[in-house]
């Protein structure tokens, strides 16, 4: 069975770094890209870019180049989410996805991880 | 960039009531097109995908149409449990994705 498991709620003041994960099983973790969305509070879906855990390429949304990076670790069927020093509008829900079933659509989605930052 | 809009942004209807959203791309995406359901606290669900297809597992009175820039996604007979709000979102240039606005439907 298919599963993404993300890590858990984190609670950051501005200005510090994050790194969250999303952990793949039940599939070949190299053979599929793996996305993130953020999902601000009350707010709609932002597909923010996504990994090819296979050779690294990544690509992101221009709203969000520069702004986060993404990464994964093929070692350990782990995709990653990063910043550098956060800010309140980071102030999201951030879900892992991959098109597994197909090249185009989502068909499998983290539980979503909770990030908070508050001063 | 390729743009999504949605309509409306949101919609009442009673129980057994027709649905219908409509989702326009900026520019021709062929039936690079799907929608999903996302209620609240939940991650998302992939309902239909390819414009048309309906996901396995998927109840059949959820349906979707259209091609290029014009998509349609239709409850045929709303029910209860189909409170959420429903996103389109293309991928006329993989690896890249965008997600329309949402259109979040409630019972009357």
């Known amino acids: 069975e298919v599963q993404l498991v993300q890590s858990g709620a984190e609670v950051k003041k501005p200005g510090e770094s994050l790194k969250i994960s999303c952990k793949g099983s039940g599939y070949s973790f190299t053979s599929y890209w793996i996305g993130w969305v953020r999902q601000m509070p009350g707010k709609g879906l932002e597909w923010m870019g996504i990994?090819?855990?296979?050779?690294?390429?990544?690509r992101y949304s221009p709203s969000f180049q520069g702004q986060v990076t993404i990464s994964a670790d093929k070692s350990i069927s782990t995709a990653y989410l990063q910043w550098s020093s956060l800010k309140a509008s980071d102030t999201a829900m951030y879900y892992c996805a991959t098109p597994y079933g197909g090249y185009g659509y989502f068909d499998y989605w983290g539980q979503g991880t909770l990030v908070t930052v508050s001063s | 960039d390729i743009q999504m809009t949605q309509s409306p942004s949101s919609l009442s209807a009673s129980v057994g009531d027709r649905v219908t959203i409509t989702c326009q791309a900026s520019?021709?995406?062929?039936?690079?097109l799907n929608w999903y359901q996302q209620k609240p606290g939940k991650a998302p669900k992939l309902l239909i995908y390819d414009a048309s297809n309906l996901e396995t597992g998927v109840p059949s009175r959820f349906s979707g149409s259209g091609s290029g820039t014009d998509f349609t996604f239709t409850i045929s007979s709303l029910q209860p449990e189909d409170i959420a709000t429903y996103y389109c979102q293309q991928y006329d240039n993989l690896p890249i994705f965008t997600f329309g606005p949402g259109t979040k439907v409630d019972i009357k």
């Open positions: 990994i090819y855990p296979g050779d690294s390429d990544t």
């Open positions: 520019q021709d995406i062929s039936n690079y």
